[in-house]
Structures are given as structure tokens and as C-alpha cells.
């Protein structure tokens, strides 16, 4: 990144609650694989005398979202009407709330890849009305309103962030934040969590944040990284021609890696924004948050510490946070067994992948503790291989139970009796094959055991533990 010039991001994150129906009607809020404009109710339509009605569970959810923010909530927070006109916004303002939010002030601390640490301020966080679909051809565009009316909460930050790998740190915490306390899906595919990312450049040292650029709906966190490089780029190229920058609101291509300007972004002043008078205040009292927040579980931070005591690589740790379930799993086993537990945590992370932004395994995630503890003790024992132990995890994962069964079906026990592996390695020393074999190691060629430890893996048929049989091989040479 160019010395002489430093750059600042601010992310806005907007987060579809897991509710069943819309913010303020009966609608369903799962449109995934619906037809366009099938799950749109009359007060989505914004059509005359309909009423809009709060739906508890999103500001239930919302609560939730304030604990894992490590934010403050509001005793009584209001809804405005944000007015601007969009083909797929047909009442014709956006319900949301700019002067009262329900989240206050936060921050969120997200690991980097060098093992430091990057502290975002959370401004606020806001619960919101989505609005519809666009999708533009070349002569006609297309409206799906199955999206309008989602509820949504807007996650604010501060402008703390000065890297690309800093802003992909922050939204992929982000993420797993808001999963683990089971505010959304997670769904990135499908949009359940889009990032607004907010891109300046100034020269180095400077105490005034340039003109920035904004890039709307990104939904990988690869996506976030690769747009905030592009524009620092793009930036200081126009301002070291001596150009100056326009603030606007730029789109992402995803195939040219690049971002192209969409409008000029407006200020609040020209969204005229005032009070909604058909929606009453929400008002919580500290009992009520108190009560919410209990539910939540465990956070990211809470199993980093945890598993700390592993000492686990830290793309290993990654792995298992990618998954809340896996986490759990791996937690559960920890209780039991630290040595067991860190066996588990590394059979996760050869199987998994790491990064959410990717396609999920087809591999099933849910595995007994209890079966991983006995399969860990099993290797521990060297009743069965590495590679069979993978083998048979593989097997759990995919919904399998009893890794001893498994283990016997698969014909995956090894042979660790030294009686009967004994007998095995007499039998290939006593073969004219192993001769040249024999003769290379006392001729002190200590490689030429491989082929005698093969040949007892192959009549074994692969039972054998390999480094009991070396044992053998060695002892009677």
C-alpha cells in the first residue's frame, strides 16, 4: 500500500433477522427459491389505510444483537420514514429509525491474520425495513418486492479501520457474531448479511478524512477485501493526477474486480426524515434486555479463549469458529478431555473448509462428543491409524454412530498385539524376497525397513500399526 497516502473504512452491515414474518407484516421472511413477488403482503405494497404492526421477534433478535456487539440498548427507541423514491419501494419512504435507535454505542474486536488485533467502534446499530429487488436488463428492469419488508438491523461503525485485511477481519467477526447469537441465518448467498463499505483517502498524517467512495451490497468477506484495494488504488491515482474525489455510491463487478459509479451519495438532509406516527415506541426495560440477553450462548471470543489452552494453530481455530457447531462440539470434548479435544479440533479442520464466504461442505456437522472422545482415545491407544481415524470421522460427520463398529465394518482395528503381528513379520523375513531387504540394513542401509514394513502392511492387509511392526522388524534383525 502507498506510504503517502492513508486510508480509512467505515462499514455499514446490514443484517436480516431470523424472524418468521416481516418487520411490520404477516408475510413470510424466507423467500429463498420463492417466485418474484410471491410472499408480499398488502402493507408491503404500501397500499392505502394499511396499518403497520411491530413484530416482537425482531426486536427480540435485535436485543441479542446489542449483547454480541457488546452494546448498549436503549429504554425507549422510535421508528422514522426515510423518504426516497425506488420502483422497488413502493410506500415510498423506508421505515427505520434515525434519531432513536435501539443499539447504542459498541465495539467489536476481530482477530487479524498475524495474530494482532483490530478494535472497531459500533456507532449504532438501527432496525430497519428492507426494500425490494431490481434486477436490470438492457431496454427493461424487473421489481421482486418478495424482499420488501424484511426486517433488518443497519450495524453502524465507526471509521476505525485503515487496511483491507482490516475491514475483511471486522465483517467476517461480524458474521459470526451475529450467527452465534442467532440473530440471522448467515445465509451469504442469498443476502442474509450485505456490507456497505465506506472508502476514503488522505495523505499520511492527515487529521481530516478525505471525500469518500461507498460500495453498496457486498456479501463475501473475499468481496469487502478486494473492493476497499481496488479503490485505494483507483483513489490515489485520481488524486496524485490532482484530481479531486466525488462522494458517490459505487457498485462491485465481481468479474472485473472492479468498481464503477452508480449515483452521487445524498446526505441525511435530503432523505427528509420525520417521526412515524402509525408506530408506537419501543420501550424495554432492564429486566426485559437482561432476560433476552441470558439466552445467548457462547460467543467467538469466549471459545478463542478456550481453545487457547490447545494452543491450536490459528487457521485451525478459524476452522472450528466457522461453524458454530463445530465450536460447540469441539468445546464439549475439551471439557472432557484438553488432549482428546485437540485430536477432534484438527480431524475438524482437515475435513471443513474456513472460510464462510465459501460453498458449504455437503458434510454433515453435527457429531456426538461422545463418539469423538472414544475415537480419540482409540487413536490415542493406536487401536486404529491416523488415516483410519480420519476415515471414520469422515463417517460421523456424514451421520454415522459408533466408532468402534465403524471401525470394525470398515476393517480399519489395527493389529498392535505383538504376538500376532510378530508372527506376520516372521513370516516376511522368512520370504526369499526380503532377502536384498535384510542384507541393506545390516549393510547399514536403514531406508530398505520400508519395504519390509510394506510387506507386513500388505499381508496385514493394512491392520498392521506400521511402527510396532518396525519395532519387530528391527528387534529381530
Sequence with gaps: MDSKWQMTIGIECHVQLATKSKLFSPADNDARNKEPNAVVHPIDYGLPGMLPLLNKQAVHLTVRAAKALNASVAEVSRFDRKHYFYPDLPMGYQITQMYHPTIGAGSVTAPLPDGSNVTVGIHHAHIESDAGKQTHYSDHTLVDLNRAGTPLIEIVSQPDMHSPAEARAFCTELYRLMTYAGVTHGDLYHGNMRFDVNISVAPAGSDELGKRAEVKNLNSFRSVEKAAEYEFKRQVALLEKGETIVQETRGWNDATQKTTSQRSKEDAQDYRYMPDPDIPPIILTIDEVQSIQSEVGMLPGEYREAFSALRL????VNTLLSNKAHAET????????????????????SVFKEDESETDSDVETGIDPTDLLELANMAEQQEVSSTAAKEIFMALASGQTGPREIARAKNLVQVSDENALGAIVDDVLADEASAKSVADIKAGNDKAIGYLVGQVMKKSKGTANPSLAQKLIRERL
Design 330 to 349: 469441539v468445546h464439549a470434548v475439551l471439557g472432557q478431555s484438553p488432549k482428546a479435544a485437540m485430536r477432534v479440533a484438527n480431524w475438524y479442520a
Design 313 to 316: 494453530d490459528s487457521s485451525v
